[in-house]
């Protein structure tokens, strides 16, 4: 008889750092590596199994989150954010079995790139003012799209977010509370599509114990990390998350 729950140890050499990195990103350290989770699993399970799988272990990520960060949100962008946000998981739903993963991570690692080119090119001066609202209302909606999709909501959020020069703390809050609603609201039609069935869910509890190990270390890390190196740990993370992205979608076999 099969066990309700994967077993192959393959699986779990790519899923445990993938969530600790996933739980080291939630807390707003080192933003962009969580977009490396799907990725890493899908190594050893498909895209979509991978971010059913996710599901639970995002949701205690996302509650820790919003509890270490409940002094510091802006409250303006959150509500800004939200709704486009949430624009971008309908629309994921709705394209979700015409849509090829691979295609989309694709897509998405090569607008991590570009964004990375344009900061290193064209350097953002001190008085710059901070992207449009119509840019942030198209990359918030992106960002619940594949975020959907693959859990890879991280990079669009940024294009938009990173260049306002929050402090990390209320970067990192306004994030966790942007992602908790829009993680929340693919419940249900990740039911509806079929992929939260008994063996994604055992799996996914067997990885659980380590979700708040991930988000400590990150919320520590954080609170020591001068403002500076934050935001270029932001951009590595974006740029190997870029590089991975690109490299599944477009040359992997």
Same mark, same amino acid.
């Given at each position: 008889?099969?066990?309700?729950?994967?077993?192959?140890?393959? +699986?779990?050499?790519?899923?445990?750092?993938?969530?600790?990195?996933?739980?080291?990103?939630?807390?707003g350290f080192g933003a962009g590596f969580g977009s490396l989770a799907v990725p890493l699993m899908a190594m050893a399970v498909s895209v979509p199994q991978a971010?059913?799988?996710?599901?639970?272990?995002?949701?205690?990520?996302?509650?820790?989150?919003?509890?270490?960060?409940?002094?510091?949100?802006?409250?303006?962008?959150?509500?800004?954010?939200?709704? +486009?946000?949430l624009l971008g998981t309908v629309i994921g739903t709705l394209s979700f079995k015409l849509l090829d993963p691979k295609l989309v991570a694709g897509l998405v690692?090569?607008?991590?790139?570009?964004?990375?080119?344009?900061?290193?090119?064209?350097?953002?001066?001190?008085?710059?003012?901070?992207?449009?609202?119509?840019?942030?209302?198209?990359?918030?909606?992106?960002?619940?799209?594949?975020?959907?999709?693959?859990?890879?909501?991280?990079?669009?959020?940024?294009?938009?977010?990173?260049?306002?020069?929050?402090?990390?703390?209320?970067?990192?809050?306004?994030?966790?509370? +942007?992602?908790?609603?829009?993680?929340?609201?693919?419940?249900?039609?990740?039911?509806?599509?079929?992929?939260?069935d008994l063996r994604n869910m055992a799996t996914s509890a067997v990885l659980l114990p380590l979700a708040p190990i991930g988000v400590v270390i990150g919320v520590?890390?954080?609170?020591?990390?001068?403002?500076?190196?934050?935001?270029?740990?932001?951009?590595?993370?974006?740029?190997?998350?870029?590089?991975?992205?690109?490299?599944?979608?477009?040359?992997?076999?």
């Open positions: 008889m099969d066990l309700p729950v994967i077993t192959d140890p393959g +699986f779990y050499a790519v899923a445990i750092p993938a969530v600790l990195m996933l739980g080291i990103s939630k807390s971010a059913a799988i996710l599901m639970p272990v995002l949701l205690v990520m996302d509650v820790l989150g919003v509890h270490a960060w409940r002094r510091h949100f802006d409250w303006p962008l959150i509500r800004f954010m939200l709704p +486009f946000g690692g090569v607008f991590t790139l570009a964004f990375l080119a344009q900061r290193l090119l064209f350097p953002p001066r001190a008085d710059s003012p901070a992207p449009p609202k119509w840019l942030g209302g198209l990359l918030s909606t992106t960002a619940g799209f594949t975020s959907f999709i693959a859990h890879a909501g991280g990079p669009p959020v940024n294009a938009y977010v990173v260049p306002m020069r929050l402090p990390p703390p209320v970067y990192a809050a306004s994030m966790a509370v +942007f992602f908790f609603a829009v993680n929340l609201s693919k419940w249900i039609p990740y039911g509806w599509l079929g992929l939260l520590k890390l954080a609170h020591r990390v001068r403002p500076v190196l934050f935001y270029r740990l932001v951009f590595i993370g974006m740029l190997l998350t870029g590089l991975k992205l690109v490299w599944d979608g477009f040359f992997a076999r």
